[in-house]
């Protein structure tokens, strides 16, 4: 069964900083490429991070860094410098030979 699970959400300050983890399972995670993408109130859904099965990676967002280890299965999203338009619900995403798997999101709250 394929599973992955986000984590490291919450309400932060402007400003302040984040590590979001996404913990999988149930599929090749190494040959799979993952992205990171987020959804705020009214708007569309939005990829901000991309990260191949060997690292290479693509930031959309400059103070967010992508990052994977293959070893525990788990991609990550470092957020610096937050800002309340950064406020979303985060989702990683799984993409392997055609196939797309999604995590149920983790709500970020970037306020004062």
């Known amino acids: 069964q394929v599973q992955l699970m986000e984590s490291g959400g919450g309400l932060v300050q402007p400003g302040g900083s984040l590590r979001l983890s996404c913990a999988t399972s149930?599929?090749?995670?190494?040959?799979?490429?993952m992205r990171w993408l987020r959804q705020a109130p009214g708007k569309p859904r939005e990829l901000i991070a991309d990260?191949?099965?060997?690292g290479g990676s693509t930031n959309y967002e400059d103070r967010f860094t992508i990052s994977r280890d293959n070893v525990v299965n788990t991609v990550y999203l470092q957020m610096n410098s937050l800002k309340p338009e950064d406020t979303a619900v985060y989702y990683c995403?799984?993409?392997?030979?055609?196939?797309?798997?999604w995590g149920q999101g983790t709500q970020v709250t970037v306020s004062t």
């Open positions: 995403q799984a993409i392997l030979n055609g196939n797309t798997y």
């Open positions: 149930g599929f090749t995670f190494s040959m799979s490429s």
């Open positions: 990260i191949s099965p060997t």
